[in-house]
């Protein structure tokens, strides 16, 4: 079964960096886009990226220059590097894959931003 699990989540200080992990299993990595999305609180989920299966990425406009998605198709694991940490960052970021029609969650990992 597909079992997506995200690590990396920590409290940072404004402008610091984290690397998110999601490391998948249950399904063929490669062949997969790789979603990021975050939540905040008392808020919706919002897109944050997207890599394709050939690498190609996509980002939200807000969010361009700081974060950056990667994959390691070897390792079955996504990645989402952030920079430049803001408070208004602070979410619980989630890593999904649409398959068959059906969108699949890990149970996600918290960033929080705050001096």
């Known amino acids: 079964q597909v079992q997506l699990v995200e690590s990396g989540g920590a409290l940072v200080q404004p402008g610091g960096s984290l690397r998110l992990s999601c490391a998948a299993s249950g399904f063929t990595f490669s062949l997969y886009a790789i979603y990021w999305y975050r939540q905040a609180p008392g808020k919706g989920r919002e897109l944050v990226a997207r890599i394709e299966t050939s690498g190609d990425t996509n980002y939200a406009d807000s969010l361009k220059g700081r974060f950056t998605a990667s994959r390691d198709n070897a390792k079955n694991t996504a990645f989402l590097q952030m920079n430049s940490l803001k408070p208004e960052d602070t979410a619980m970021y989630y890593c999904?894959?649409?398959?068959?029609?059906?969108?699949?969650w890990g149970q996600g990992t918290q960033v929080t931003v705050s001096s």
């Open positions: 999904n894959i649409m398959q068959l029609g059906s969108n699949y």
